[in-house]
Each structure stands twice: as structure tokens, then as C-alpha cells.
Nanobody
């Protein structure tokens, strides 16, 4: 069992930065691929970024490529999402997710575990 708790959301002006954190409980954190998803009002949840269990492989959605960076610290059971050059269209609730299969996160938007989400609001 893995519990995920996101933090770091808030209100920021366009062009600004935020760093989201996702703290995981459990001793098997390093066995899971981790991902970030987001859901804006009236829209479906979408994939943002994912990272392999070792951190050696990372993937980002085209909409955030070059602006967002995912990373992890297995010693701290934490995954991060550094968000730079934020745009109003990045406004959404951001969710952390964990799954043993990267393919399920990236291609299917599925995960064994989800966090409760953290709100990110970018003002123009």
C-alpha cells in the first residue's frame, strides 16, 4: 500500500514558477514509476510527466516540454514537478500517481495509487 500526499500548489502569475512535491508512504516507493497528471475545470484528466523507478527515464507531455521537469529522490520517498514559465492554461488540480508499470501511467493514464491533488492557479 502506498499513500501519496501532494504539496506546493498555489497562485502564481504567468511566467512564474512553482515546485510541486509528492511524498509517498511505504517502503516500496522505489519500486514504482511515478507520474503527474492534471485536471482543469470541465476537462478530462491529462498526463503531464512521468519518471521511472530509478529516475533514469523521464517523459513529459508536449504541452509542458521544456517548461516542466519531473524528478525523484528515493531516499526521501518524494517525487517533484518543477514548473517554470507557467501559463494560465496550466491552471488545474495536479495529481501525483504511482504504478509499477510506466506504460500504464504514460499511455493509459492508469495508476495503482493516486494523491488527493493540489491546486495550481496561474493568473494572466
Amino acid at each position: 500500500q502506498v499513500q501519496l500526499v501532494e504539496s506546493g500548489g498555489g497562485l502564481v502569475q504567468a511566467g512564474g514558477s512553482l515546485r510541486l512535491s509528492c511524498a509517498a508512504s511505504g517502503r516500496t516507493f522505489s519500486s514504482y514509476a511515478m507520474g503527474w497528471f492534471r485536471q482543469a475545470p470541465g476537462k478530462e484528466r491529462e498526463f503531464v510527466a512521468a519518471i521511472s523507478w530509478s529516475g533514469a527515464s523521464t517523459y513529459q507531455a508536449d504541452s509542458v516540454e521544456g517548461r516542466f521537469t519531473i524528478s525523484r529522490d528515493n531516499a526521501k520517498n518524494t517525487v517533484y514537478l518543477q514548473m517554470n514559465s507557467l501559463k494560465p492554461e496550466d491552471t488545474a488540480v495536479y495529481y501525483c500517481a504511482a504504478d509499477r508499470q510506466m506504460r500504464r501511467l504514460r499511455a493509459q493514464g492508469l495508476a495503482d495509487y493516486w494523491g488527493q491533488g493540489t491546486q495550481v492557479t496561474v493568473s494572466s
